[in-house]
DNA sequence: AAAGATACATAAGTTTCTTATGTATATAAG
DNA sequence: CTTATATACATAAGAAACTTATGTATCTTT
């Protein structure tokens, strides 16, 4: 059976917002940094979302309303809660079942053996 | 359960060479149309490769010695044919194998729930 | 005191795709 | 017969999503 440390990049493209959407709807409210670090807890560190991609990226979920923020002072520091609006929570639900979906089609079209 | 006609683009990025290789390792030689048309046929019209996307792709995996061609006169037209190089063939069942490797981790990582 | 972890942010550059355009032949329809 | 559709290639401009690099700042461990 095979085995990999790490996806190359381009396999990753294209599911950050779904992985994001999906442990909030799990979790109800995290912060980037926890988000990058649950990720790659759950993945055995095979999928490792970097800050550069995934700040923009909450802005841009919060931009469109999926997405709303709860700004918390731990000591001196400050950190971005994020949460799913109602809206966000159909598109969580929306975005993880396209996936899953997408996961059939491409098991079925990675699986056929025809000619050879 | 969840059914869509087409997949939103982000979702199918980083795939199309996966899906070339494997559609080459079972049919030996196709041309860049037919591979259009054989993934729309297969994935019922949920994944639809452009000519835009795929002739590129194809010229880059030629020049990196993982496709080899042979061009063919339909008539007056030209059709060009690609195959696996021997090199390509193992790319094929790596990238096969990285991708089924990544379904695993990803439908794990959106099955859990945890706090609700 | 320094190193590493926590925590945010942005900007330049790259890759990979979409959309548009171009060329040309073959076939079906009106 | 001529127009639309299908076949078959190709490239180029622009958009999107990421990587890599950089910046700031605090907290904790060594």
Redesign the interface.
């Known amino acids: 059976m095979?085995?990999?440390l790490m996806?190359?990049s381009?396999?990753?493209?294209?599911?950050l917002?779904?992985?994001v959407l999906?442990l909030l709807?799990?979790?109800?409210k995290m912060y980037g940094y926890e988000i990058t670090q649950k990720?790659k807890e759950?993945?055995g560190d095979?999928?490792q979302i970097t800050e550069g991609a995934l700040y923009p990226s909450l802005h841009s979920l919060e931009a469109e309303g999926i997405l709303s923020t709860e700004t918390v002072n731990i000591g001196k520091r400050v950190r971005k809660y994020y949460s799913l609006t109602k809206k966000g929570k159909g598109t969580s639900h929306?975005k993880?079942?396209?996936?899953?979906?997408?996961?059939n089609?491409?098991?079925?079209?990675?699986d056929?053996?025809?000619?050879?």
Chains 1, 2 share one sequence.
Do not use: H
């Open positions: 095979y085995l990999c996806y190359s381009e396999l990753i493209k294209g599911t917002k779904t992985i999906k709807s799990d979790n109800q990720v759950l993945t095979k999928i929306e993880v079942s396209e996936f899953a979906d997408f996961m089609t491409m098991k079925f079209l990675l056929i053996r025809p000619q050879v």
